[in-house]
């Protein structure tokens, strides 16, 4: 029996989703108005792990994530770099999608563009202003705040103790400085389409209310998002869109914690942040994405280069583990029993890498007193795949310059870093075969300097990065 943490009400309940064995999930998508930096990762990395582990247990998952390719962010980055909004919204979509994937996140079922679904955000708007919650000022429309009940409900805040300020925004055509754009007038160079307003574009909120209800009708089961998306943004997707239908929106609203860089929140407004491809490129997706999951979704998490150099070692020892034996036979029912209870309290995933490290020690134990650990090698197989995990790739990332100066030491081919650490390998083998024992011992010194361990076996050279 699972239980999340509901930010709607801040209770703790029961999942049950609305149709048995089915799953809606909308997860709110990146303003692709620049490159990605780790929090966006860090929301991408935690409700894949939910997603993927709501499919293992047998649910079928219907994921969606949108991309916001529309906003005055985007309106304004483009114009600094003297592009079109489409051709930067384009170029950043591909760096975000691109770092998702390394870091092992699948593909949403759906990811909606907020551009393609324009016709829906007018209908929806349109609903609103015949029963009177919108209403149309100076060629933008508003929603009414205050004439909607229950506006609040999901971040706690009093509608009446709120004021204009950086969460609210502020407009000289509105009834109420609470009231929020819906639609915006066009204005000269911006991208505009046609409405019953004229032309114009739409507001931020109004995306992920239209573009949710088409893929998920309403209402569906799980909405999700960075903490920082709760007011206003998911405040006003509830108020938009139970206005409209009259009836509740998402069920479960599932919130993760922020990264944090030298005690403060990451932000693209202020330049404090990470950016997520280099990161990506310093470390490697996996070592990124179990740095992400040794804190429970919903908890803050910071970032440091010490963390990041503990979260190598932890994957490291992982594959190590793996390394030493083969799986055999199914699984340990005992650790998969750890790492489902882990999960089904909240998707705690700190607490899941707690049960994947127990079993590690067990079986390092079992392996060293000369037994078989063919079982827990096959949970920690398993969870960890559930967790996304990559075990199996070589793990070489940051490694490519001293392996390029080796490669150029020893007279072999450069390239990609896995192809020049197997053409050293295979250049120790010749040296071996011909006896040239220096040359061989020094190849073999020179690569455990860079990290890579070369163990020799029956069955030829074998190697790990250490």
């Known amino acids: ?88 919204a384009a170029e950043m979509t591909e760096r975000f999608l691109t770092s998702y994937r390394r870091l092992g996140v699948l593909d949403p079922d759906v990811t909606p563009a907020a551009t393609h679904h324009i016709p829906e955000m007018i209908e929806l708007i349109a609903g609103l202003v015949r029963q009177g919650l919108a209403y149309a000022s100076g060629g933008d429309v ?12 999901l971040s706690g805040r009093n509608v009446d103790e709120l004021r204009i300020g950086a969460r609210v925004e502020p407009g000289i055509d ?98 404090h942040i990470v950016d997520l491809a280099e990161a990506i490129e310093t470390y490697g997706g996996p070592v990124i994405r179990l740095f992400l999951l040794r804190a429970a979704y919903r908890s803050p998490i910071e970032y440091s280069e010490a963390s990041m150099r503990d979260a190598r070692g932890s994957l490291d020892r992982l594959r190590s583990f793996v390394r030493r034996a083969p799986s055999a036979g199914p699984p340990d029912a005992a650790a998969l029993d750890r790492f489902v209870a882990s999960m089904e309290d909240d998707f705690n995933t700190a607490e899941a890498l707690g049960a994947v490290f127990e079993t590690v020690r067990q079986g390092n134990a079992r392996l060293d007193r000369g037994g078989e650990a063919g079982p827990l090698i096959a949970a920690v197989r398993e969870i960890t795949g559930v967790l996304g995990i990559d075990l199996e790739s070589a793990g070489l990332e940051g490694l490519a310059e001293p392996l390029a100066e080796l490669a150029a030491r020893y007279e072999v081919a450069a390239g990609s870093a896995e192809g020049m650490v197997r053409r050293l390998v295979a250049a120790r083998t010749a040296a071996r075969r011909s006896r040239d024992w220096s040359r061989a011992d020094a190849i073999r010194d020179d690569m455990a300097g860079a990290g890579i361990v070369i163990e020799d076996s029956a069955d030829g050279a074998r190697w790990y990065r250490r």
């Open 142 to 153: 508003y929603f009414r705040v205050r004439a909607l009940e229950g506006y609040g409900k």
């Open 174 to 271: 509105k009834e109420d400085p609470l009231d929020f754009a819906l639609w915006k007038g066009a204005k000269p160079g911006e991208p505009s389409w046609p409405s019953p307003w004229g032309e114009g574009r739409p507001g931020w909120h109004i995306e992920c209310s239209a573009m949710s209800a088409k893929y998920l009708g309403v209402p569906f089961d799980i909405h999700a998002g960075g903490a920082d998306l709760i007011f206003p943004h998911h405040e006003n997707e509830i108020a938009q869109s139970e206005g409209a239908t009259g009836g509740p929106f998402a069920r479960y609203w599932l919130h993760n914690g922020m990264v944090n860089l030298g005690g403060e929140k990451l932000s693209k407004s202020t330049g």
């Open 1 to 88: 029996m699972i239980t999340v943490y509901n930010t709607l009400g801040r209770v703790r309940q029961t999942f049950e989703p609305l149709e048995e064995g089915r799953v809606g999930m909308y997860v709110c998508g990146p303003t692709v108005q620049s490159a990605p930096h780790i929090g966006h990762g860090r929301c991408a990395v935690a409700f894949d792990v939910i997603r993927r582990y709501l499919t293992w247990r047998g649910w079928d998952v219907l994921y969606v994530q949108n991309i916001t390719d529309v906003d005055d962010k985007i309106i304004n980055r483009a114009a600094e770099l003297g592009v079109t909004t489409e051709d930067l």
